[in-house]
């Protein structure tokens, strides 16, 4: 006689209906997941491709600003060599200027004396000292009649000297040293000297 | 139907296979990123301080242009210093000479000295002068037209030393006595 056993046939297909669905969320589980990570995976190398290309793209615009930065160095010494040469010619323009500062234009300055001097004066002697200090020392006489006009006579042609510009430019002090006077027969003679110190 | 377990079994193991590769892969692509990311603030901060370094330098071309010019000016100034300059002692002596006659000066004497040479100071360029003390007699104003000839001339005489000396024996002639200082184009 054959039994028939239903009830665990049907508890085990039951059992068998509902295990099926089980496993096919977990595959659809693992299906998103594994969806997801294809979409991270994507974006990740999207991601790594635009930030190596930016990284490119800067490493060129490194690599040109290198090339500038390079050229003006070159451009900064050889700016420093033409600066050394600039500081040369400076330096030999005002080596010759200054030799040439000291040229005084003599024919002037001697023609101004000569226009100057009163007629009660004349000159015994004109030089140049160079010690103690670099000086044109006028020495002269005056005389006259009069011995007021005497005295008067010689700080005219002082002051006449002070006032001329080609004359006294060149000088920083213009002093009339001691007048002394000497007789000889019934004249009277004043003997002065006139110190122009140079300018240094 | 164990045939059919087995190849979802396998088909299962691909797939959590499939799944960690895809894992890897996000976790390398992420430390990467990281990486390059990192290279990526460095090379900025570089290309910032660069532009900024480089923003410093002055306009080099302008510079030049205007250093040149004026060491061209410069240049000229001297080379026209230096073209006032006598080019040799014979061209001394003729002038010196040429304005006696002229003035009818009767020339005493003509004394040159050694000549100075100065290094200039760019050290490629000498300085020579030639000093010469003369010594003659004539009137004020004889010494005036012979002065202003010599002034007159173009060229650089540096009078360094003058002495003028009255005549006891003549009122109107004069003892002169004229230091002068020449300087000199080129070594003779």
Redesign the interface.
Known sequence: MAIINLLPDAKAHHKKLKKEPEEDSSVKRLKIFAFILTFLSILTSGGWYSLSAQINARKNEMSLLNKKSSALKTGYNEIEKIKKIKKETEEKLSFYEKILENNILWSKKLSIIGKNISPQVWLTSIHTETAPKKMLVIRGSATSLNESEIIDSISQFVERLKNETVFSSDFSVIKLGPLVSVKKGSLEIMDFSLFCEFKL | MAKIEEHKKTK?IK??A??IL??A??AF??S??TA??S??IK??S??IK??K??SN?PD??S??KT??S??SK??S??AA??NNFFSNVEEIFFSLSRFAETNKIGLKAITPSEKNEIK???N??V?VELPITIKFECS??Q???F??N??SLGK?I?????????NSNNVWEHDIELALKI?LSVKN
């Open positions: 299962n797939f959590i499939g799944i895809l894992l892969i996000n692509a992420l990467r990123i390059l990311y290279d990526d090379i900025k570089e290309i660069k532009t370094e480089l330098f080099f071309p510079l030049k250093a040149n004026e060491i410069q240049d100034q001297i210093i230096k200039i100071p760019d490629t360029d300085y004020y104003y010494l005036l037209s002065l202003n010599l002034e650089t540096l009078i360094n030393k003058v002495k003028i000396q009255s300087p």
